[in-house]
């Protein structure tokens, strides 16, 4: 009787032994990270990482700010997966969708989200979702992973510089238009001095806005050629070229936001991004209005980044989960009230949300959602090189707002010179 206690009592020790090294080893740990602007990014962040996980029984969380605004913030990534050391969970720019998804990077999610009754992709603005959901060769499926937020341009204006040009402000005359933004650009560049009327920066979108307001494009309608080799985009490097061959605009490739921060410049074309560093450093009134229509009529981007999963995760179903709260309405409502993003879900309640963001500032929210809806989506490019035809686009470019060729020239040549970068579709 005796030998048999202590055999009972030895089983039930181990037993209970055991009992804890199982419920660690069913712990699942997930990594993830994002590329934040700045510490009250980063600090959201770590309170919506601590959120989570607080409520989700079996799993935590571990949040990494990535270390990099540009690019080599992917190039890391891709080293770290490779390596097999990149967190679960990673947000990444829309335009870098097609290049980890064609290098077997991340993870097609489409059957996870088939499974999922409370997902919905209707509820995210369709353009990020459909590149989203464009398979690659040998599927008939794709889901590679969801918008984590939108962004649009908009022309920031220095009102008191306005004031003192005794100009309407931007958007709010009887028309707003390109020729209406010329006549303010030299109206407050006649104030003289080191002021200027206009600004943008020296990258793809703010030039491409001109092309794409006028009727013409980046890349034809399925994304397997150049599209830019038409009067449309002729019509709209003329346009912005006239802003700095007269004088008025702060010259191409020099930084814009310095200047307007300094109140030196009347229109500075930006992003949402921008908002809460102007709301921080502006010491003159100012607000945002929307872009001027070209020939073609209202015209904008939609910038997007999305959350997208390791291929080498070994928990793929609960990297699905994680994403999937860090895109809940409520968590984008997190990272909205700082003021540099919109949510990516395109329902009533996110707009009415973001429209709330920074009442305090009196910043128009509207010209944002407005540019938002009239976007051009932002493109992965599954069928070519992104990259070295941004680059060869970019050369050029520089080369008509420098005075060394003529927007004729650019629209006459430019998609031969792109041609080696695209892949058969």
């Known amino acids: 009787m005796k030998r048999?206690?202590?055999?009972?009592?030895?089983?039930?020790?181990?037993?209970?032994?055991?009992?804890?090294?199982?419920?660690?080893?069913?712990?699942?740990?997930?990594?993830?990270?994002?590329?934040?602007?700045?510490?009250?990014?980063?600090?959201?962040?770590?309170?919506?990482?601590?959120?989570?996980?607080?409520?989700?029984?079996?799993?935590?969380?571990?949040?990494?700010p990535g270390g990099s605004e540009t690019a080599s913030y992917q190039d890391v990534?891709?080293?770290?997966?490779?390596?097999?050391?990149?967190?679960?969970?990673?947000?990444?720019?829309?335009?870098?969708?097609?290049?980890?998804?064609?290098a077997g990077l991340i993870l097609n999610l489409a059957d996870i989200a088939a499974a999922d009754a409370e997902f919905n992709a209707e509820d995210f603005y369709a353009g990020p979702m459909g590149f989203l959901q464009t398979p690659i060769e040998g599927q008939d499926t794709a889901l590679w992973g969801l918008p984590?937020?939108?962004?649009?341009?908009?022309?920031?204006?220095?009102?008191?510089?306005?004031?003192?040009?005794?100009?309407?402000?931007?958007?709010?005359?009887?028309?707003?238009?390109?020729?209406?933004?010329?006549?303010?650009a030299e109206g407050v560049s006649e104030l003289g001095g080191e002021i200027k009327g206009f600004a943008m920066n020296g990258w793809w979108a703010n030039w491409g806005y001109w092309v794409n307001s006028a009727g013409s494009s980046f890349f034809n309608e399925d994304y397997t050629g150049c599209g830019l080799g038409n009067e449309n985009t002729v019509a709209g490097l003329e346009a912005a070229n006239n802003l700095f061959a007269n004088g008025w605009a702060i010259p191409w490739g020099n930084d814009g936001e310095g200047p307007f921060l300094a109140g030196s410049v009347g229109m500075y074309v930006s992003g949402r991004w921008s908002t809460p560093g102007i709301i921080a450093n502006a010491d003159f009134n100012w607000n945002a209005a929307p872009l001027p229509e070209g020939p073609a009529g209202p015209?904008?981007?939609?910038?997007?980044?999305?959350?997208?999963?390791?291929?080498?995760?070994?928990?793929?179903?609960?990297?699905?989960?994680?994403?999937?709260?860090?895109?809940?309405?409520?968590?984008?409502?997190?990272?909205?009230?700082?003021?540099?993003?919109i949510p990516s879900r395109q329902t009533e309640a996110a707009i009415d949300l973001f429209l709330g963001t920074l009442p305090d500032s009196g910043v128009n929210n509207q010209a944002f959602v407005d540019g938002a809806a009239v976007g051009v989506t932002e493109a992965p490019l599954f069928n070519g090189d992104w990259p070295a035809i941004d680059q060869t686009y970019g050369t050029e470019i520089n080369k008509v707002f420098n005075g060394e060729i003529t927007p004729q020239d650019f629209a006459d040549n430019i998609c031969g010179m792109v041609e080696q970068y695209f892949e058969a579709g």
Do not use: C
């Open 148 to 184: 984590r937020d939108v962004s649009a341009f908009a022309i920031y204006y220095n009102a008191d510089l306005f004031d003192e040009a005794g100009l309407d402000y931007p958007g709010m005359g009887d028309s707003w238009t390109w020729d209406d933004l010329s006549a303010a």
């Open 299 to 341: 015209s904008n981007w939609l910038f997007w980044g999305a959350y997208a999963v390791n291929a080498k995760t070994e928990h793929p179903e609960e990297a699905w989960q994680l994403i999937t709260r860090l895109t809940s309405a409520e968590v984008q409502g997190e990272i909205a009230s700082l003021g540099a993003n």
């Open 4 to 64: 048999s206690f202590v055999i009972i009592l030895l089983v039930a020790l181990a037993v209970t032994s055991i009992i804890p090294l199982v419920s660690a080893q069913d712990e699942v740990e997930l990594r993830w990270r994002t590329r934040p602007d700045n510490q009250a990014e980063i600090d959201v962040y770590t309170s919506t990482s601590e959120t989570i996980d607080a409520a989700w029984d079996g799993v935590t969380l571990k949040y990494e």
């Open 77 to 102: 990534l891709v080293t770290e997966i490779e390596a097999g050391t990149a967190p679960d969970v990673f947000w990444i720019p829309g335009t870098d969708i097609a290049r980890f998804a064609k």
